[in-house]
T-cell receptor, first 116, second 116 residues
Framework: DAKTTQPNSMESNEEEPVHLPCNHS???????IHWYRQLPSQGPEYVIH???SNVNNRMASLAIAEDRKSSTLILHRATLRDAAVYYC?????????????????FGKGTHLIIQP | ETGVTQTPRHLVMGMTNKKSLKCEQH?????MYWYKQSAKKPLELMFV???????ENNSVPSRFSPECPNSSHLFLHLHTLQPEDSALYLC???????????????FGSGTQLSVL
């Protein structure tokens, strides 16, 4: 899976939107973009994923650049409970030919700090 | 509640002790994983099990011994650990899809291990 680059940390105010960037300049045409987050003292949790089009769910929105070399996770109205480390991960599409699961490779992610 | 339960939440052990970490998933998944998260480091994938068969061992020392008796349970047996093995140990599960790109991992809250 191709590599991603994220800022080490970001700070935002409560009740304001947050835009978390991720660069993936070596992305291939078959890489899905996944976001996970890890709250303090918890395991990571899935947030959202997409391939080419922008995606929305109840947690966040994912905006994918037209050339797919970057993406942005958008939290529309941050709360203190959104303070976490956010990970941007690429997953290459391939049919299960017997290899099965092989896990996710996590980087350092972005530590999001929310100020009240 | 992610559907992945890990016990115990905290464990303190001496270097000569033998202990086991337990993970149970209630999601009907067919793949399970062990990850290690040391302070200030990214998550490291340790072991992968597909349909109860170990398919990946990322150069983990033999003092860590995984066991997967069925697709819902995963153990990590520990013996003669070193202080540098102190870390958060996370279990995850997933349903291996045909489309690897869409696969989502569900994590437990982890076991915080301290080796004295």
């Amino acid at each position: 899976d191709a590599k991603t680059t994220q800022p080490n940390s970001m700070e935002s105010n409560e009740e304001e939107p947050v835009h978390l960037p991720c660069n993936h300049s070596t992305i291939s045409g078959t890489d899905y973009i996944h976001w996970y987050r890890q709250l303090p003292s918890q395991g990571p949790e899935y947030v959202i994923h997409g391939l080419t089009s922008n995606v929305n769910n109840r947690m966040a929105s994912l905006a994918i650049a037209e050339d797919r070399k970057s993406s942005t996770l958008i939290l529309h109205r941050a709360t203190l409970r959104d303070a976490a480390v956010y990970y941007c991960i690429l997953r290459d599409v391939k049919r299960d030919s017997g290899g099965g699961a092989d896990g996710l490779t996590f980087g350092k992610g972005t530590h999001l700090i929310i100020q009240p | 509640e992610t559907g992945v339960t890990q016990t115990p939440r905290h464990l303190v052990m001496g270097m000569t002790n033998k202990k086991s970490l337990k993970c149970e998933q209630h999601l009907g998944h067919n793949a399970m994983y062990w990850y290690k998260q040391s302070a200030k480091k990214p998550l490291e994938l340790m072991f992968v099990y597909n349909f109860k068969e170990q398919t990946e061992n990322n150069s983990v020392p033999s003092r860590f011994s995984p066991e997967c008796p069925n697709s819902s349970h995963l153990f990590l047996h520990l013996h003669t650990l070193q202080p540098e093995d102190s870390a958060l140990y996370l279990c995850a599960s997933s349903q291996v899809p045909l489309d690897r790109g869409r696969e989502k991992l569900f994590f437990g809250s982890g076991t915080q291990l301290s080796v004295l």
